[in-house]
């Protein structure tokens, strides 16, 4: 966000009160995220709360979101995995206002986040807390897991180092531990033809090849962004999941 929106976002909520905007620009400056200052932020259209202390939500997941949406049918049934503030799943809803979803996070604070901003949510780790009638029904799973390789999370940018959850963003060695276990817990919710979409980043889909093959997906798609970068990878359950 240029500096000016992030200035006129200030000055809107600070209400008029010329002591509250001293505040929230000296906790900006400070480091600490502008969602945070603010309370919210927009994301694919929406307003969304964001409480302090829970993962901000990224304007390039956007476009996992877009394709989360062409793959649920109107009355579907889908489920967002890591949720954090409910971003994905508000997006969901509003775009299927005819389909279920939900939504499970393992972070108590998110999870009470994700239900300020109406989501149905469950507190525990991927698909363990979520409803056993789900299991076999699901039309889409959609997931933003930590995926930040542990040895590069240096490079993250001081206000996400410094300020935002560790265990949000700390995907372990090569930042495919939580991934891995992200598609056996899909491969068990997801009906056969429902799909698996998994934000990601470098050579990750390689990594997660076996592992897709194994929990009976077909072959992964690649979604890119405009610089040609891997943002997400696609697939689709064809067996029942075998993990």
């Known amino acids: 966000m240029a500096p000016y929106e992030e200035a006129d976002e200030l000055v809107d909520a600070a209400g008029g009160d010329a002591e509250l905007l001293v505040r929230l620009v000296a906790r900006r400056v400070r480091g600490e995220p502008l969602a945070w200052v603010t309370g919210s932020v927009i994301f694919a259209g929406h307003r969304v709360v964001v409480h302090r202390g829970v993962y901000v939500p990224r304007w390039q997941t956007e476009a996992l979101v877009r394709r989360a949406v062409q ?134 889909d390689h990594a997660l090849a076996g592992v897709l093959e194994e929990s009976g997906f077909g072959p992964l798609v690649r979604h890119e962004d405009d610089e040609g970068d891997l943002r997400a990878i696609e697939a689709r359950l064809l067996l029942t999941g075998r993990s």
């Open 71 to 204: 793959l649920l049918p109107p009355d579907g049934l889908a489920a967002d995995l890591c949720t954090g503030s409910g971003a994905i799943a508000l997006s969901l809803g509003r775009a299927r206002p005819g389909a279920r979803v939900v939504a499970t996070d393992i972070d108590p604070l998110a999870c009470r986040c994700a239900a300020d901003n109406g989501v149905e949510v469950y507190t525990g780790h991927l698909a363990e807390p979520l409803p056993g009638g789900l299991r076999g029904r699901v039309d889409v799973v959609v997931a933003v897991v930590p995926y930040v390789p542990s040895e590069e999370l240096v490079f993250l940018p001081r206000d996400v180092r410094e300020y935002e959850p560790r265990h949000a963003l700390d995907g372990g060695l090569h930042g495919t531990t939580v991934l891995d276990l992200a598609v056996r817990a899909a491969a068990g919710l997801l009906r056969p033809g429902g799909s698996v979409l998994l934000e990601v980043g470098g050579d990750q």
